[in-house]
Every structure is written in structure tokens, then in C-alpha cells.
């Protein structure tokens, strides 16, 4: 099998990015839940699968020099061939004694390959097609790129609970080791598809051409890298934006992580007690289907009115449904009907409202000399906010017991409203012309001769 130059973008496009998910899901997301089944505490669960945020925030400082080297398409096979063979390694060692300080040592070298693996794919995929094919392609890159969560955290979290109840036969409410034979299968099923993903790609993806600004050597990389953090600081009003990048998400970060261990935690611990399928089902099906049905209609919403108009509904859609949590903790609901329906309205609104946070990005902070790079920053800044907020959730949660903890989430959306009455509007947003109180200057507040 020789590879292709010229294969449809059909054939590279939905499995790029669908490969970029799966690992990106497992690793910040399945983890945590691993993590939870095999009796870490909340606290510890949660910080551990945050810290491998950490890489994805951090990868618009070393993207420079990835596009020094070699191809596109290089990077791309070898991080999936050292994924795939990374989580291959994790299913192996959890047969060793103390085999936790080897598994997050691998998982962290993961996520930076990772990270390295989201730069590569998105190079080929901006550098092989035109802008037409950009955006002909854009809607299948968001759609390929959401299965993965579907696969991730809805299919081998459901499948790990199958094995572990029905193949091994183990008790479903018991936390210990006895959950280690299900999630070394489920690692070399991820680690196997990965693998072979790589080999797809290497027959079908196209090579990606070099960017006209790529760096010859490493001192040309760290001039551009610096030259894009001067130029992002010079911007009008950029704290108010980095505010804003920082915190609309604020009490999202909090509860990402915890609302999942609230699931399956028992009633003793104050939890609903469900098992591993009905999490899977009800997170990766349902809850990931409201999501993307709030994101279209979030995306036609802002469209048809402009996101200067709409950005505090948008927060208070990400920001208020998450009372639903706070609601199932009192009310300790054991309907599925109206758990997936908690799960499903919080979910959708969240999708509706995160719309506004990439739009308000690629509309104020982004215009500018560096675009691409401004736009990573502030989607590095959304990153940060998810792992600082992660880290500390499960040790807040085990403090505070779920009812007061859900209270404090719902106290935390008060700085994603303020970051949001004050975010700056100095580019159009598609709206109709507004009177500004800055008209006569230019986008960074310099005056424009009459």
C-alpha cells in the first residue's frame, strides 16, 4: 500500500480529527473517571486528569517549532504511532505493583504528544486546502472532531462497566483494583485504533505545504513567538480580553469534573450512584447530542443578531443551568428520565453559550498580525481556567460535600458575568453600526487622521 496524493479530504479529514479527540477526551476526561473506579478519592482524581490540560494550554509556545521540521504529515503519524503504543504501555504496566507514578508519567509525555498532534493536523488541514475547501470542510472537521467524545467518553466508559460487571463479574458500586481488568482492555482498544488511524493516515493524508512565515531555525521561531506576546500586549483593552478568555468558563472548570463523580458516587457519599454504562450513556450520547444541538442554535442565534447584542445571554446560558446540579443534589432524583434531562439542559445551554467564547476570540482578540497565534493564546487561556479550576474541584468537593459545593459553583458564575459586562468591543461583529465612544480610532486605539 503506497500512499496517496491526491485522496479526498473525505478520507483525511473526518478521521484526523476524529483521532484527535478520541486521545485528547481520554486522556483530560476518561482518566478522571479511571481514576475514580479504581478508588482515588475525588480530590485526587480530579487534580491528576486536569494536569494533563496542562500540555494543550501551553502548545502555542512550542507550535513554532514544529513547523520548522520535516512535514506536517511526519508529526502527525509518529504522535499517533507513540500514542496508540503509549496507551498500549498503560494497559501493560497496570499489571505492576505501584503502576499509578508509571501511568501518569506516561500520560503527561501523552499529552504533549498530543498537543503536537492537534498543531500537525491542524497544519495540514489549513495548508493543503484552499479557503473554499475550508470552509466547505469546517462543518465535517466539528462534527468528526465530536464523535470522539462520543467514543471516549460515552463508548468505552460504557464498555468499561460491561466488562467489569458482566465479563469479569465484579460488583459495580465496589471502587478498588478489581476495575484494572476492564481498563486494560479499554486502553488497548484505544491504543489499537489509534495505531490504526496512523496507518490510514499515512496511505490518505496529504503531506501539508510550509506557511510562507515558517522559521528557518530556532532563534527565527523564538523571534515570531516573542514578537506575537509584544504584539497581543500592545492590543486596546487586551486584559479586559484576557479577563474574559480567562473567566467565561470559570464555573464550567469546577464543574466538569465533578458532575461526572456526582453520577457515580453511592448515596452515602451524597452521589446518585449510577453505574459506568449509564454515565457513558448519558454523558456520551445525550449530553454530547444537547451540546451540539445548543452549539447550532447558539451559532444561528449569534449570527442572526450579532454577538455584541448577545454575549450576556450567552453567559447566562453557559452560566445559570447549572443549577441543575445543585437541583439533583437536594432532590437526589432516581428517575434516569429526569437525571438525563438534569444532564441534557445543562448540556445544551452550555453549548448554546460556549459559541459566544470562539466567536468573541476569533472577532476581538485574534484581528491583528498574528492571528492564528492571538486565537490559540486565548483558547490557551480557556485551557488554563479548566485546569486550575480542575485541580482544585475534588479537593474543594470533598471539603464541602456536593449540596455546598454546587452552591459555590453556581457563586462562581458571578466573575464570568463581570468578565462579560466588561469585555471590550473594538472590532465589527456583524451587527448593525453602533455610536462608539471610540469612533476616530483604529482597532488599537491610535487616531485616524480625518
Known amino acids: 500500500m503506497r500512499p496517496s496524493k491526491t485522496a479526498s479530504p473525505l478520507l483525511w479529514v473526518p478521521t484526523g480529527y476524529f483521532t484527535m ?5 481520554m486522556l483530560t476526561s476518561v482518566t478522571a473517571i ?35 521540521y520535516r512535514t506536517k504529515k511526519f508529526f502527525v503519524l509518529w504522535a499517533q504511532i507513540l500514542i496508540g503504543a503509549g496507551f498500549a504501555g498503560v494497559a501493560l504496566l497496570m499489571e505492576l505493583p505501584g503502576y499509578m507514578a508509571f501511568l501518569m508519567a506516561i500520560f503527561f509525555a501523552l499529552s504533549f504528544i498530543g498537543a503536537t498532534q492537534d498543531i500537525a493536523s491542524d497544519g495540514v488541514y489549513v495548508t493543503s486546502l484552499d479557503a473554499r475547501s475550508q470552509s466547505l470542510y469546517c462543518g ?31 460488583d459495580p458500586a465496589v471502587f478498588g483494583p478489581d476495575w484494572i481488568d476492564a481498563w486494560r482492555i479499554i486502553f488497548l482498544l484505544v491504543g489499537g485504533l489509534t495505531l490504526l488511524m496512523a496507518l490510514w493516515h499515512w496511505r490518505f493524508m496529504p503531506e501539508g505545504a510550509r506557511a510562507a512565515d515558517t522559521p528557518s531555525n530556532v532563534k527565527d521561531a523564538g523571534r515570531i513567538l516573542l514578537d506575537a506576546f509584544v504584539t497581543l500586549f500592545q492590543k486596546r483593552g487586551v486584559w479586559r480580553m484576557i479577563a474574559f478568555a480567562f473567566l467565561f468558563r470559570f464555573s464550567v472548570g469546577l464543574l466538569e469534573k465533578i458532575g461526572p463523580f456526582f453520577m457515580v458516587d453511592p448515596a452515602s457519599k451524597g452521589g446518585l450512584g449510577l453505574s459506568n454504562e ?91 498580525k498574528y492571528t492564528t497565534t492571538h486565537y490559540a493564546f486565548g483558547t490557551g ?38 468578565a462579560t459586562w466588561f469585555a471590550p468591543f473594538y472590532h465589527d461583529d456583524g451587527s448593525a453600526p453602533q455610536p462608539d465612544q471610540d469612533a476616530g480610532k483604529d482597532a488599537d486605539g491610535k487616531a485616524v487622521p480625518a
Open 381 to 418: 487561556l480557556m485551557g488554563l481556567c479548566g485546569m486550575v479550576t480542575g485541580v482544585v474541584s475534588g479537593h474543594l468537593q470533598e471539603m464541602m460535600g456536593y449540596v455546598s459545593y454546587f452552591v459555590l459553583v453556581m457563586v462562581a458564575t458571578i466573575p464570568s458575568f463581570l
Open 34 to 68: 479511571m481514576f475514580k473506579n479504581l478508588g482515588m478519592d475525588n480530590g485526587r482524581a480530579a487534580q491528576y486528569s486536569s494536569l494533563l490540560i496542562l500540555a494543550y494550554t501551553v502548545k502555542p509556545l512550542f507550535a513554532p517549532f514544529v513547523e520548522m
Open 21 to 25: 479527540a478520541l486521545g485528547y477526551v
Open 140 to 170: 465535517i472537521q466539528s462534527l468528526s472532531w465530536n464523535i470522539g467524545p462520543i467514543v471516549a467518553a460515552g463508548g468505552m466508559v460504557y464498555l468499561s462497566g460491561y466488562l467489569h460487571t458482566t465479563v469479569f463479574g465484579h
Open 278 to 368: 449509564m454515565l457513558g450513556l448519558i454523558y456520551g450520547t445525550y449530553g454530547l447530542a444537547a451540546v451540539l444541538l445548543g452549539s447550532l442554535l447558539g451559532g444561528w442565534y449569534v449570527a442572526r443578531r450579532g454577538l455584541k447584542s448577545t454575549l450576556l445571554v450567552l453567559c447566562c446560558a453557559i452560566n445559570i443551568p447549572n443549577a441543575t446540579f445543585l437541583i439533583m443534589s437536594i432532590a437526589m432524583p432516581s428517575s434516569l428520565v429526569l437525571i438525563t434531562l438534569g444532564v441534557a439542559v445543562e448540556k445544551f445551554f452550555f453549548g448554546f453559550g460556549a459559541v459566544g467564547f470562539m466567536i468573541y476570540l476569533m472577532q476581538q482578540l485574534a484581528p491583528g
